[in-house]
Structure formats: structure tokens, C-alpha cells
């Protein structure tokens, strides 16, 4: 049974999420090859800045045949006070799916409760599912089989770490997640946790971080961010106590000096780019298995 929405990523079976990556990689090898969208379109809510996720979008939706219709808070109804629900009863009239940009994850969930056409979690305070979609792919790219690769995520654990946690998990790959107290993740999905990013990086195939300061945390704890995930960079130092061919990954926007050095965001063992491209593939394979 195909998945109704696609919220944190679990409401795939591990099957529906090797053949999303599949059909990424085919779509990937030959973007115009599905019309699964022919004359539909599809409602891209955005509550948050974006770059990668609503250029992906777009330009995948397009590719697919369809249309995407961005959507900014501000220019809605929901800006003046319409409820969730009446927004999701009237976008299930007009459109194929939706997807949201937005902080909190009972907003997403209420969203997919009331709409009768698929819900995509585009990135919320706790998930950022369709992000961690495009790295799986690009570890597929780089390592052929995923099952048994270990990735090693250092610095907050936030929500693109929860989501490469989750679905890591459901694709057989090994998340072992550093972060200082306070900044760690709650226990999930089988993660290994530890506040050392020596001991994460051992034997990792990839490592991975993103940035101490997110669009839903408040900007007055920033430099307390800062100071505490400092031991936490992303350097030339922490990738070569990873394993031989390790690559470094990043979801992008990057700091180059705080979460990542500007040597690995732009040097030979990075997939960054790989990873910000893989962001369409992917997401029009999410977009078949939920719209097709
Ligand atoms: N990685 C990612 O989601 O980037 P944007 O915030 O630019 O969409
Ligand atoms: N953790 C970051 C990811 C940006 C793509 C944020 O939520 O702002």
C-alpha cells in the first residue's frame, strides 16, 4: 500500500524507500522520462526561507509535467487567521499533493489529518525528510549498496540529524550522531549517540553536519549555539579519522569557518553539490510513489 503523506519519512516501508532510491537514480539518469504529473499541480506552502528545496521542487514538479504553485504564508488567507483545516479542505479541491515549509510538526500533521491529497514535509522544526531522500541517494551514488555504510553526523542534533536517523535506519545504514549536552537527540530509530565526534567519525563512510543555527531556533541563543558546538567542525582533521574514501556531506546553506571548513565544503571528498542536485531526484520519486 502506497504511503498517504510523507512526514518524517516513516511512513515508508524499507521496500517503498530502496525503490524511491531506485527511481531516483533512473529519473536522475533521465529526467523527462515520467509524466506522472500531466496537468496537475501541486501547492508548495512555504513558511520558512528556502533555496534547494523550492528550486527542487519546482524544477522537478515541471519535469514531471505538472505545475508548481508556490504558495508564501504571507500572500494567504492563513496569514489573516484561516484555520489549517480550511485550507487543506480547499487545497485538496484544487491540487495533487502539498508540501509545507514550516516550524512546528503538529501544524504538518493537522494539515495532513484534514487534506484528502498527499502532505510533504518540505522541513519543519523536527524533520527534514526529503533532505535526507537526496543523501541517501548520493551515498548510493558514491558507494553503490547502502546497507552497512555507517554515516557520521557531527554537531547539533537538529532536524536534518533526526531525519538521518530515521531513515538511515529504514535503509540499513549505520547513523552514529556527535553532539554536546544539550544538543543531542533524543534516542531514535537505533542512532548511536555520543558527545565525541572522534569516536562518531570511527569507520565512517560519510560524514555529515549542518548548520548550529536553525531557521526555527531563536536567534538569541545563537552564540550560545555557537560557543558550545565549536569542538563540533566539520574539518580536513575529523574526516581523516573517518574511514579511507569517506566523503563529507552537508545539507546546505553552509557557514564555511563555523560548522564546516571551507577546505572540505569545497574540496575533492565533498558530495555537497551532489547532494544539493540529488534534492530533485529524489523528491520526484516521492512525488510518483505518493501521487502515482
Ligand atoms: N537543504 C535545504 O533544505 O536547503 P534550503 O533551506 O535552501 O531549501
Ligand atoms: N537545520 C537547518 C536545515 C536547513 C536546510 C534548518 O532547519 O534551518
Excluded at 94 to 120: F, M, Q, S, W, Y
Excluded at 198 to 210: G, P, S, W
Excluded at 262 to 289: C, F, M, P, S
Aim: glycine share 6%.
Amino acid at each position: 500500500m502506497r504511503p498517504n503523506d510523507c512526514l518524517t519519512g516513516e511512513e515508508l516501508t524499507p521496500d517503498q524507500l530502496h525503490e524511491l532510491l531506485e527511481r531516483a537514480a533512473w529519473l536522475k539518469r533521465d529526467p523527462h522520462s515520467s509524466n506522472v504529473l500531466h496537468r496537475r499541480t501541486v501547492a508548495l506552502i512555504f513558511q520558512r526561507h528556502s533555496t534547494r528545496t523550492r528550486v527542487s521542487f519546482e524544477a522537478g514538479i515541471v519535469e514531471l509535467g505538472g505545475h508548481p504553485m508556490v504558495l508564501r504564508t504571507e500572500d494567504t488567507q492563513l496569514a489573516r487567521g484561516e484555520s489549517i483545516r480550511d485550507t487543506a479542505y480547499v487545497l485538496s479541491r484544487n491540487v495533487a499533493a502539498i508540501g509545507i515549509r514550516t516550524g512546528p510538526d503538529e501544524l504538518v500533521r493537522e494539515l495532513a489529518e484534514h487534506a484528502t491529497v498527499p502532505v510533504i514535509n518540505m522541513l519543519t522544526a523536527a524533520h527534514h525528510p526529503c533532505q535526507a531522500f537526496a543523501d541517501l541517494l548520493t551515498l548510493r551514488e558514491t558507494f553503490g549498496e547502502l546497507e552497512g555504510l555507517k554515516l557520521a553526523y557531527v554537531g547539533d542534533g537538529n532536524n536534518v540529524a533526526r531525519s538521518l536517523a530515521i531513515i538511515g535506519a529504514l535503509a540499513g545504514v549505520r547513523v552514529s550522531v556527535a553532539a554536546p549536552d544539550g544538543y543531542q537527540l533524543e534516542p531514535v530509530a537505533g542512532a548511536e549517540l555520543t558527545w565525541d565526534p572522534y569516536e562518531a567519525v570511527r569507520d565512517a563512510n560519510a560524514v555529515y553536519t549542518d548548520v548550529w543555527v536553525s531557521m526555527n531556533d531563536s536567534p538569541e541563543t545563537a552564540q550560545a549555539r555557537r560557543d558550545a558546538l565549536a569542538p563540533y567542525q566539520l574539518s580536513d582533521e575529523l574526516l581523516a579519522a573517518a574511514a579511507p574514501g569517506a566523503i563529507a556531506l552537508h545539507c546546505l546553506p553552509a557557514h564555511p569557518g563555523e560548522e564546516i571548513s571551507e577546505a572540505v565544503l569545497y574540496g575533492e571528498r565533498q558530495r555537497i553539490w551532489d547532494q544539493a542536485e540529488n534534492r530533485r531526484h529524489a523528491q520526484k520519486a516521492l512525488l510518483e510513489l505518493l501521487c502515482g
